[in-house]
């Protein structure tokens, strides 16, 4: 099966613009979370999708982020406008029930950077 | 809240020596612990995992055992390879939430 997959895997734009993160996650997965791991601390929960709803989206940091699942499929993530302080690697994950002995299957993250 | 605390690296060792990495939680309820690993360049994969206390998770040569009374839920191997290089998250997921909590990661070099 394919895993989880993210676009771009770089990214590299200047303070004030715009940017969209794009998730496909497993097929048939219907839990799908939004992770950040900034400057190689730990990788912080930004929020939860079951299907197209958002679950839990108590990680978000604050409105300039929106994450959207149309349809239930693919995700993305857009922050408008970009600040310094939102570099770092993001990262997508999926998992089929979303309970606790649930392993996350991840992709390979989106590097951002803002300049 | 729930919270994990892993030990600080870069951890540096030579090929074959022993490795202990280690993890401690705070949690609520009975959460299920696991290992991630992230090779250069890849994205996190599960490592291995224990859903109650006293559990072991063990995979390639990797093992963690479920300690409820001291929190812990300590990563080991007997002899590591050059190819153990990565770095190592330790996370839990308790019971009545959707969300996996991890720590900052523990990068391992291993020398040959």
């Known amino acids: 099966e394919a895993g989880v997959t993210q676009f771009p895997s770089h990214s590299v734009i200047e303070k004030g613009q715009t940017v969209t993160l794009r998730c496909d996650p497993i097929s048939g997965h219907d839990n799908l979370y939004w992770y950040r791991r900034v400057m190689g601390k730990e990788i912080k929960f930004l929020l939860h999708?079951?299907?197209?709803?958002?679950?839990?989206e108590s990680g978000m940091p604050n409105n300039r982020f929106l994450a959207e699942r149309t349809g239930g499929t693919y995700s993305t993530l857009k922050v408008q406008p970009a600040e310094l302080e939102d570099s770092g690697v993001y990262f997508c994950?999926?998992?089929?029930?979303?309970?606790?002995?649930?392993?996350?299957?991840f992709g390979n993250g989106t590097r951002l950077t803002v300049t | 809240g729930d919270s994990v605390t892993q030990m600080e690296g870069p951890v540096t060792l030579s090929e074959e020596a022993f490795l202990t990495i280690n993890c401690t939680y705070t949690a609520t309820g009975y959460p299920s612990l696991f290992w991630y690993v992230q090779y250069p360049g890849e994205g996190l994969q599960l490592l291995l995992k224990?859903?109650?206390?006293?559990d072991k998770g063990s995979n390639k040569g990797f093992e963690a055992t479920y300690r409820k009374e001291t929190t812990s839920f300590h990563l080991e191997k007997g002899s590591v390879q050059v190819s153990d290089s990565a770095v190592y998250f330790c996370a839990l997921h308790n019971t009545g939430g959707f969300k996996t909590i991890f720590g900052a990661g523990t990068r391992l070099f291993v020398k040959a």
């Open positions: 999708f079951v299907k197209e709803s958002k679950q839990d």
């Open positions: 224990a859903t109650k206390a006293d």
């Open positions: 994950a999926s998992s089929q029930d979303g309970g606790r002995g649930s392993p996350l299957h």
